[in-house]
């Protein structure tokens, strides 16, 4: 009996049986008598051979004229073949098409850049974009475990917000009926602030906005990120969770994405020393690190990407840099007892030149102090009376950080760009497709 939907990922069930396998073509060659085509499915892909002797003329020469990416489905015999991708083979007897493909846009061939993000709606269909899709995939489940097993609730903030969290230069603005403008949010973290005096341990993972001006290849304009919120966590427990929770990214990924990593030709020995304990430096030690190499960096300062390259560099596995001048950090965040200059800040700094993975810090719990940083920001207090409410009823310490996901999967990648990270990017010069 010839069964339906069968995907390419699962053929090792059928060997002997004859199947159809429903695709894309993906590539094709012929050398006389034989014919080759390599069926894709999303789930892997199938070498599917057709013998001249076995099939009609006319199926013989459609296997040969169809372009790339046609729509087809196959029928035939499923073969073990160790050296065939994903180790079956498909003695192919029947060819039907689905929908015909006429001069594909994307060929095997290199293209430029801006033509493959032109075209990115079918460069996604690529062995590469596929990999790293499933990578990604497989990192935001990664994430989710790990804080779902150790007992935090997933809790969703708004998108449509009324202020700024991290800054007033990169918010983007829309307008809200009566009410004046509203912000697309730049982060979760003051609503996540609210769910961990609820319910103690919290982390949203969202959509994220900032109309960051800059061409990087660490930039998107939106972005998703990870932000765990732990009440009565001081500034350590924060840094212990985030090196906890990051080997443990790492290493699953590596671990379960090894035929995807290979397809990227990733070298993984240095994500393979992502392990407990990450070395953890205040930023006055980065500073001597950045002096020690040459860079004529003055105190207070915040630390730019090549800074962090330079300073990573000195460490083969993530470095956590803690302790930051306030003045170039977040409102929100709590000043050093020992040293009111500095905020109980700490950024995670990826190796191999990714930069900063992970922002945290302690958050400031004290209303007085809360108040008079939003007045120093030049905040809209009406928009913050909510936020300072926490710090009215039952303020305890708490903390917590950030995860940008994009960034963790162009290093664990290792890619060149973070706008292959993402179905869509959107970047300061492109919004399309
Ligand atoms: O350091 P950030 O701005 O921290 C926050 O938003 C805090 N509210 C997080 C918290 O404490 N809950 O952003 C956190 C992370 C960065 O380390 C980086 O990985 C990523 O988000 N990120 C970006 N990723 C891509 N494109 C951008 N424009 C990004 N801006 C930040
Ligand atoms: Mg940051």
């Known amino acids: 009996m010839v069964m339906d939907k069968i995907s390419i990922s699962t053929l090792g069930k059928f060997v002997g049986e004859e199947v159809t396998v429903k695709g894309w073509l993906y590539n094709k060659r012929s050398s006389g008598k034989i014919k080759f085509i390599v069926l894709r499915d999303g789930s892997g892909y199938l070498q599917c051979i057709y013998f001249k002797g076995n099939v009609s003329p006319e199926i013989f020469e459609l296997a040969d004229k169809l372009g790339q990416e046609s729509s087809i489905a196959v029928t035939g015999k499923v073969k073990e073949e160790k050296r065939a991708p994903g180790g079956y083979e498909l003695d192919a007897t029947g060819l039907e098409v689905i929908n015909e493909a006429i001069d594909y846009p994307i060929t095997l061939k290199e293209h430029g850049t801006e033509f493959l993000m032109d075209h990115r709606h079918l460069w996604l269909r690529s062995s590469k974009q596929v990999a790293i899709l499933k990578i990604r995939h497989r990192i935001v489940k990664a994430i989710r475990d790990f804080f779902d097993n150790k007992g935090f609730t997933l809790m969703d903030p708004p998108i449509l917000t009324p202020a700024a969290c991290e800054g007033t230069s990169t918010l983007f603005e829309t307008p809200y009926f009566d009410l004046g403008k509203a912000y697309l949010t730049q982060s979760g973290q003051l609503y996540a602030e609210a769910g961990a ?122 470095v956590m840099v803690h302790r930051y001048p306030s003045a170039v950090k977040a409102f929100y965040m709590k000043r050093d007892p020992e040293n009111p200059k500095l905020a109980l800040a700490v950024d995670v700094l990826a190796p191999e030149g990714y930069g900063e993975v992970i922002g945290g810090s302690q958050r400031e719990d004290d209303f007085d102090a809360l108040l008079k940083r939003i007045e120093d920001n030049e905040l809209p207090r009406e928009a913050f009376e909510w936020y300072l409410d926490l710090r009215k009823y039952g303020s305890v310490p708490h903390s917590g950080f950030g995860l940008g996901l994009e960034r963790t999967v162009s290093w664990i990648c290792g890619l060149d760009h973070i706008r292959e990270t993402i179905p869509f990017p959107r970047m300061i010069y492109r919004i399309t497709p």
């Open 197 to 318: 005096m609820a319910l103690g341990k919290v982390y949203t993972f969202g959509p994220t906005f900032r109309a960051e001006k800059s061409k990087t290849r660490r930039h998107l304009t939106e972005f998703w990120m990870v932000e765990p919120e732990v009440a009565f966590n001081d500034l350590n427990d924060n840094m212990d969770l985030a090196e906890e929770f990051l080997e443990y990214v790492v290493q699953t990924v590596i671990s379960e994405m090894t035929e995807e990593l290979k397809v990227l030709e990733r070298d993984t020995t240095k994500l393979q020393k992502v392990k407990r304990p990450l070395p953890r430096i205040s930023y006055d030690e980065a500073v001597e690190i950045l002096k020690k190499n040459g860079v004529d960096f003055e105190w207070g300062n915040d630390l730019g990407g090549a800074d962090e390259t330079i300073i990573s560099n000195e460490f083969d596995m993530p």
